[in-house]
């Protein structure tokens, strides 16, 4: 842990000059309460602060935990060389000038103090990062002005200015820091291996991660999936809007876009996801100070109807539960407070209540065996006394600190000074009740009938390589290859993929010939590796009853050829295969699918499918593997669930086929990374079987 608590550093780069980014640096160490040992390294020598300056690393004469380097990025190997020379094991490079800025020279600077560290068995952060802040220690090993407030809160940040925008504001809002550490271009340590420390650290409730980008996805699951039953998580990554998917060949690489990997990691690892910076403090703010939620049953107290109502349309929309109060509490409460008032859930005390009608309220809760956490809310009106009723909120709930309690003190300048002393008292206070709201469900354990995550880092053996061979089938390198149906038959029977009967045919007495053979009716497919959407160019003639239809069918889909990427034959001379295949009856239609996602690998998706897909995406995606279990999972979040349960007194839906369904798709991901892209879609589900009506596989090379 000296990297977290070392007891001796070197700044390296450390300045004469005040203002300069190495002075300051070595400043905040020696004034703000750090007790180890700080050795200014200049090769100018001289004194800053009165403490004397060393020439190089070589020349001081103690053991150093850490070195801190702020010098221009030419000179950062040659220094890390010394470092190791010294034994120093542990460096942080605030210096700028490397991958970060996009040119050869930088990328190759990094290169080298990639090789050096590793070389060396050194624990690096950075380059291009804020440093590293400790409040408990006094470490200040940054350029931040000061540290923050100390508390439980360990923010890992991609930012250093984020990360210096919230510990300048931490005392307003509330929030206290175990620790902070800015992390730059993840040359060494990354977000994961810095996930593990703070695991690791005592001082440590919640970690907060600012992230930009995630450098390895599987790994980043893993370590979060083993933390969270100990810590909790809360991940803000911004980047999420760009658009990959437009390039994507399939609908699940469209529909994956660049934030489905991150909320399926949210989910498997049980990470607090935040969408907006205020979100992130809130979780923050709630999961570093108060103990968890036992259960969604909560009560609402309220000096003011309108905010106890948007306070229960938020808690609907939470999950959280308003149940009534035990008969024994509400005899209580009806001897204390005035007739007009409520003593429902909510429970209002209405507008002209004193700290005494709070307390009689957050009494009852608290005695209350059905009721698990507590929303406080108020309105400052011209009779309420609103810091004796925050010091009220703050003694009452000192005698039961196993129950949550959140507030909102609604206003301005008449509720400061209350919400200060709820602040300076541990009770997390919000502007709006639904922020209020939004934080107490935060703290419900939902880890119930969520197993850990399942990540495998290496690929498994497979059944059975694709068709042709993998050197066969797969395009030229930077290309990609759509496979063909009878590859793709090939395939799907390794892995017991149900698929329609169906044969192709190059000419209109052959499609007669299968259609006879299969029985009618039958749909006629175009089948072509240039074709990525059949029914875009009308290459899909469905419901064909007769030999006539099939033969019309044919020649209908010969006419295409032009439409088609051009062989080396002209249109005239080409012949089109034409898949034939089984007609089955519109059921609900699904889509499953998988697509390798930059970071996290194979991604799985089950969703609304047909002609639905994209219109309504409704979808659910997980990181690969994914058991029966997560399939079931996924399925219920979506709003096709129902359809599976059967509506309007149709019967249920073979949900375990599809459920299969999934999880072989999930088993080819893992055993065939040369898929770049997977459809099935649809497939259609009834309630006795799933077909794989259509599907398409691409792969790169």
Known sequence: ????????????????????????????????????????????????????????????????????????????????????????????????????????????????????????????????????????????????????????????????????????????????????????????????????????????????????????????????????????????????????????????????????????????????????????????LTLGQEPPLLSPQIAIITNAGGPGILASDAAAGTGLELPPLESAQQTFLKERLPAAASIGNPIDIIGDSDAGRFAAALEACASDKNIDGVCVLLTPQIMTPCEEIAKTIVDRMKRSPLMPVVTSFIGSESVTEARKILKAGGIPTFPTPERAIAALASLLDRSAGRTRATVRTKNLRSRGSLPSGRQAAAPAKGKTRILSESEIQTLFSSYDLPLPRQAIAKTAEEAVSIADRIGYPVIAKISSQDILHKTDIGGVIGNLKAGKDVQDAFFRIQKLAPKTQQTSKPANQQTIPVLIQQFLPAEHEFIVGLTQDPSFGPLIMVGLGGIYTELFRDTAFRIAPVMEKDVYAMLQELKGWKLLLGMRGQKRANIDALARIVTAISRIAMEHPEIKELDLNPVLIGNDQAIVADAKVIVSA
Do not use: W
Request: glycine residues 10%; contains cysteine; hydrophobic residues 45%.
């Open 1 to 284: 842990m000296s990297l977290l608590k070392p007891t001796s550093i070197a700044v390296v780069g450390a300045s004469h000059e005040p203002k300069k980014v190495g002075h300051e640096i070595f400043k905040n160490l020696v004034t703000q309460g750090f007790q180890g040992k700080v050795f200014p390294v200049n090769p100018k020598g001289g004194s800053i602060l009165d403490r004397p300056v060393f020439a190089s690393v070589a020349s001081i004469p103690d053991t150093i935990d850490l070195a801190v380097i702020v010098t221009p990025a030419k000179t950062v190997p040659g220094i890390l060389e010394e470092c190791a020379a010294k034994a120093i094991k542990n460096a942080i490079v605030i210096s700028v000038g490397f991958s970060e800025v996009h040119t050869d020279e930088g990328i190759a600077l990094e290169q080298d103090v990639k090789r050096i560290a590793k070389k060396n068995g050194m624990r690096l952060i950075g380059p291009n990062c804020l440093g590293i802040l400790r409040p408990s220690t006094g470490l200040n090993a940054s350029f931040a002005a000061a540290l923050p407030p100390k508390g439980g809160i360990a923010l890992i940040s991609q930012s250093g200015a984020a990360a210096v925008g919230l510990m300048d504001e931490a005392t307003e809002i509330g929030l206290g820091f175990s620790l902070v550490l800015s992390i730059g271009n993840k040359t060494i340590l990354d977000e994961s291996d810095l996930l593990t420390m703070c695991a690791d650290d005592p001082e440590t409730k919640v970690v907060g991660l600012y992230l930009e980008s995630i450098k390895d996805g599987r790994k980043f699951l893993s370590e979060a999936a083993g933390i969270v039953p100990k810590k909790p998580i809360v991940l803000l990554k911004s980047g999420i809007t760009d658009a990959g998917g437009k390039a994507a060949a399939s609908h699940t690489g469209a529909l994956a876009g660049s934030d489905a990997g991150i909320q399926a990691l949210c989910i498997q690892a049980g990470i607090h996801r935040a969408k907006t910076l205020d979100e992130f403090v809130d979780l923050l």
